[in-house]
């Protein structure tokens, strides 16, 4: 009996192992090619709990819809799925907060948000539409 559960400890650690190292090889690639063909500009994000205040935010890049409650912080992301019309990453800002973001294309000026995680030491879990409504500064 011993000699069978040392076995599957084993071979517990090895799928361990395997996960591990080939967890890069499987999402860690950093394509993203649908946030790319957002529009750039003016973006209103409006959170679809009723009563938040609609967030005006300027998109130099799509890329920038994926950290909503972590927005000036350099974190380390893992995309997850990268489709052509949507895409999930996971992101950690170390010492400040982690997040989990789908982003679903609608068209290149309206996508549909659904986000969680850790932000200045408390959870959030909101799902939004953003939508392009002009240029920046204007």
């Known amino acids: 009996m011993k000699v069978g559960k040392k076995l599957v400890r084993i071979g517990a650690a090895a799928a361990v192992a395997f996960v591990a190292l080939a967890a890069p ?66 992101y950690t800002c170390r010492g400040r907060g982690y997040g989990r973001t789908h982003i679903r294309r609608e068209t290149s000026r309206l996508v549909q948000i659904s986000s969680q995680g850790i932000a200045q030491g408390l959870p959030f879990d909101f799902t939004a539409e953003a939508r392009r409504v002009g240029e920046c500064g204007a």
């Open 25 to 90: 090889a499987l999402g860690g690639g950093q394509s993203l090619a649908m946030l790319d063909q957002l529009d750039s500009g003016r973006w209103e994000v409006r959170l679809r709990e009723p009563g938040n205040p609609v967030q005006k935010i300027c998109v130099d890049n799509g890329r920038r819809l994926i950290q909503l409650r972590h927005p000036a912080d350099s974190c380390e992301r893992f995309v997850v799925q990268d489709g052509a019309s949507d895409v999930t990453v996971q």
